[in-house]
């Protein structure tokens, strides 16, 4: 089993014919994903060959949709045109938009989140990231651009505002393996939270636990705790980046950037483990905290 991502998704690329876009769909052929073709008006109606797989060009999502049947969208488009590729695959109803773009101006991406709350997104279209690393259900599929050689499949589910960090605890268990590991991004406004995964690895009959990434800025953490207490009876195991980050200076991510109390590492830390989850120092010791647990399962 997975969450939100397997074997029988279709991927199609928006921007795939770009340079970020070329690379990581190639990466994602290698990976076993099923790339059915990609999007870009100015190219529509010719085919790139992109990981000896020769794939076709459409002019817009709903196109590739119905000529291919794709579910799920990968979106590598530059900043600025961000927004318009997001709506544009929402108006389609593609049922996972998962958006690699960095930089994508917040007003922008708040406009998103509001049309995927309407009316308008009548399809249901759940939308990872931006700024984000994407998702993988290792050995079956990937959306994004996370190394697919790092794990193997295996009982941990993992969610993650940080890139680096995603990779970094893969590694660290690639003993055990996951079943989907997906980074959320570090932005404030964000399609898929901590609270979105944790159910649905909750719901998952096959993640027996779960690593749950944070960092400093906002309150995502302490209300993910909340969640947890009421929620999730998977054990959690959580890291948060930032513990000597200083006060008021934004460090990496948009969204990480501490106020007084509020949004430091110290207090997500606190608020986890009130509830029950263990929180390492290091994203090492998160790992051992974790296989500590796998070990009684």
Known sequence: ????????????????????????????VEAGSNIVGGVNARKAGTSVELGGKELPVFGNVAEAMEKTGADVSVLFVPPAFTKDACIEAIDAGIGLLVVITEGVPVQDTAEVWAYLESDANKGGTRMIGPNCPGIITPGESLAGITPHTISGSGPVGLVSKSGTLTYQMMYELKDYGFTTAIGIGGDPIIGTTHIDALAAFEADPDTKAIVMIGEIGGDAEERAAAYIKDNVTKPVVGYVAGFTAPEGKTMGHAGAIVSGSAGTAQAKKEALEAVGVKVGKTPSETAELMREILKDL
């Open 1 to 28: 089993m997975s969450i939100y991502l397997n074997k029988d998704s279709k991927i199609i690329v928006q921007g795939m014919t770009g340079g970020m876009g070329s690379k990581h769909t190639t990466l994602m």
